[in-house]
């Protein structure tokens, strides 16, 4: 999986910057040196960056969120960035090294995008076997059941954390904010790593 991270000036200038690190789960540090890449160099101290954070998974899903970045402080040293989500922190209560594996032989965006359907369907006791054979029918025989378990491990979690809980079976929302959530799942385990 690999993440990228795009910041868009007032202006529209872009750039896509690599060296990014979490101080708090809300405060990024930029320390990267696309400042001089940017073309506007009047009041910059003053400008708030739009932020596009992507992630490829390993079967070329994406999934991203957009974030307001507030300049927190600016100086010759690293940029940083206070945001805030639309999306609330408890997704990443989800995250667990089942996460990673489910990313890595199927994909965390096909799973949930694909559970949602058979949450809409409106049917799991009865379809959730077959949806299962579905969902892993791509992965080595011999990592099937590994696999599986894995996978009905974080549809529970996300059927009673996130459908029931945070989105109060609201399943019209949820489809709309599944590559944020999508993302925010699978940052955690990078923030994990730096905090």
Same mark, same amino acid.
């Given at each position: 999986?690999?993440?990228?991270?795009?910041?868009?000036?007032?202006?529209?200038?872009?750039?896509?910057?690599?060296?990014?690190?979490?101080?708090?789960?809300?405060?990024?540090? @930029?320390?990267?040196?696309?400042?001089?890449?940017?073309?506007?160099?009047?009041?910059?101290?003053?400008?708030?960056?739009?932020?596009?954070?992507?992630?490829?998974?390993?079967?070329?899903?994406?999934?991203?969120?957009?974030?307001?970045?507030?300049?927190? /402080?600016?100086?010759?040293?690293?940029?940083?960035?206070?945001?805030?989500?639309?999306?609330?922190?408890?997704?990443?209560?989800?995250?667990?090294?089942?996460?990673?594996?489910? /990313?890595?032989?199927?994909? =965390?965006?096909?799973?949930?995008?694909?559970?949602?359907?058979?949450?809409?369907?409106?049917?799991?006791?009865?379809?959730?076997?077959?949806?299962?054979?579905?969902?892993?029918?791509?992965?080595?025989?011999?990592?099937?059941?590994?696999?599986?378990?894995?996978?009905?491990?974080?549809?529970?979690?996300?059927?009673?954390?996130?459908? #029931?809980?945070?989105?109060?079976?609201?399943?019209?929302? =949820?489809?709309?904010?599944?590559?944020?959530?999508?993302?925010? @799942?699978? #940052?955690?385990?990078?923030?994990?790593?730096?905090?």
């Amino acid at each position: 999986m690999e993440f990228h991270y795009l910041l868009f000036s007032h202006d529209g200038d872009f750039v896509e910057v690599k060296d990014v690190n979490y101080q708090e789960p809300n405060i990024l540090v @930029i320390n990267d040196s696309f400042l001089k890449q940017l073309k506007n160099k009047k009041n910059r101290q003053d400008y708030d960056y739009i932020g596009y954070f992507l992630v490829e998974e390993d079967n070329n899903d994406l999934s991203g969120i957009v974030r307001h970045l507030k300049v927190d /402080s600016r100086g010759k040293g690293p940029l940083k960035a206070v945001y805030t989500d639309h999306i609330s922190d408890m997704v990443r209560e989800l995250y667990g090294d089942f996460v990673e594996i489910i /990313s890595r032989f199927i994909g =965390l965006r096909k799973v949930i995008a694909s559970f949602n359907e058979l949450i809409v369907e409106n049917n799991i006791l009865n379809s959730y076997d077959f949806w299962l054979e579905n969902i892993i029918i791509d992965v080595d025989f011999d990592q099937q059941d590994l696999i599986a378990q894995r996978v009905t491990k974080f549809v529970n979690l996300y059927l009673i954390r996130i459908y #029931e809980g945070l989105f109060r079976k609201n399943i019209d929302l =949820l489809k709309k904010y599944e590559s944020q959530i999508t993302y925010k @799942i699978l #940052e955690t385990g990078i923030m994990q790593k730096i905090l």
